[in-house]
């Protein structure tokens, strides 16, 4: 697959028209860039990348849940996608760290 060179954020209307006009041709559910393990949606334009912004699209809009990412993306009618979870700790493994549980205290708990 050929490198795809980001383009800029877009907010939700744009991308909307992008995708009703048939330039999305893919999306990406990633981790951002400036490693702060929070989530962003990319779709592919042409040989570009568009990010999902505010609704001024201004700034990607970040998300601490794939639930709520995907749920923007399908308003914004993108329904398929690629996910990146390279990096990714879920919620309700950052509370079994927080609390002291490794692994093997989990399947003894049943967790």
Do not use: H, W
């Not at 009703?20 to 990406?28: E, F």
């Not at 990146?84 to 549980?101: E, L, P, Y």
Request: charged share 25%; aromatic share 4%; proline share 3%.
């Amino acid at each position: 697959m050929a490198m795809r060179e980001p383009k800029g954020v877009v907010s939700p209307m744009t991308l909307r028209e992008l995708v009703d006009t048939g330039a999305v041709t893919g999306a990406v559910i990633r981790l951002d860039d400036d490693g702060q393990c929070l989530l962003v949606g990319v779709a592919l334009v042409g040989d570009g990348e568009r990010i999902l912004g505010t609704a001024r699209g201004t700034e990607p809009r970040y998300f601490t849940s794939i639930d709520g990412l995907v749920s923007a993306m399908q308003d914004c009618g993108i329904n398929e996608f690629k996910l990146d979870a390279r990096g990714f700790v879920s919620r309700g493994k950052k509370a079994s760290a927080r609390r002291g549980f490794g692994r093997s205290a989990q399947g003894k708990l049943g967790v």
